[in-house]
């Protein structure tokens, strides 16, 4: 199985029995649990500012992602809402995505955080999330996907990698911001994975 190629180094991105590689024709497809709600019983919807200390909570008790100021999370309720992505279940918020396109080329959408509860997670509701974001007038434009990803985040690595196999796109990774950068000794080195360009019609 071939090695993803860095630009600035040869990096073997192998957790357990995830390997990362270029063309999605490699990836593994998930056989994880299914889903105990109908998707029909799901809400997806633009986040608002009442939405920030919910997602604050449902990110803090994800133990895996940064967890940003309630601040933030009010911030993208209230300015960034077109890019961002609550899912509900019976009135509670169970899922989030933040996102925006980048100002310098809006063909590309960078996704900062995917957030999923402890009860919903191995059962697709990330895809559903990612999907539904794609979905989104203020995306219809937007032909790549871009987002960050330690080597130590396994869930995350195989939530990018199986969109890049479901809409049949290329995946490519690199450095993004080395762990010296970092002002924490600690922070692992965040990796960027470049996914695209995909046909629309298998963004469903």
């Known amino acids: 199985m071939p ?21 999605p024709v490699g990836y593994r497809k998930n056989l994880s649990g299914r889903m105990d709600v109908s998707p029909s019983e799901l809400k997806f919807r633009k986040p608002c500012t009442q939405d920030g200390a919910g997602i604050w909570d449902l990110v803090r008790e994800t133990d895996v ?54 009860s919903m997670r191995k059962k697709g509701l990330g895809t559903m ?30 939530l990018f990698c199986r969109l890049a196999r479901d809409t049949r796109s290329r995946l490519e990774v690199t450095v993004c911001f080395p762990a010296n950068l970092f002002p924490k000794s600690n922070h692992e080195t965040e990796f960027l994975f470049h996914i695209g360009p995909w046909q629309r019609e298998l963004i469903k």
């Not at 279940?89 to 396109?101: D, N, P, R, W």
């Not at 539904?132 to 995350?156: D, I, M, Q, Y």
């Open 129 to 158: 999330l990612l999907k539904e974001l794609l979905k989104r007038k203020a995306c219809e434009k937007v032909r790549f996907l871009e987002t960050t990803v330690t080597l130590s985040n396994v869930a995350s690595q195989s």
């Open 3 to 23: 090695v993803v190629k860095s630009r600035e180094e040869k990096i073997n991105l192998r957790t357990g029995n995830l390997s990362l590689i270029h063309e």
């Open 65 to 118: 992602l940064d967890l940003n100021s309630a601040y933030c999370y009010l911030m993208l309720g209230k300015y960034f809402p077109d890019t961002c992505l609550v899912a509900e279940y019976e009135q509670k918020i169970i899922g989030f995505v933040s996102a925006f396109l980048l100002p310098q080329n809006p063909e590309i959408v960078f996704v900062w955080q995917v957030a999923v509860a402890g």
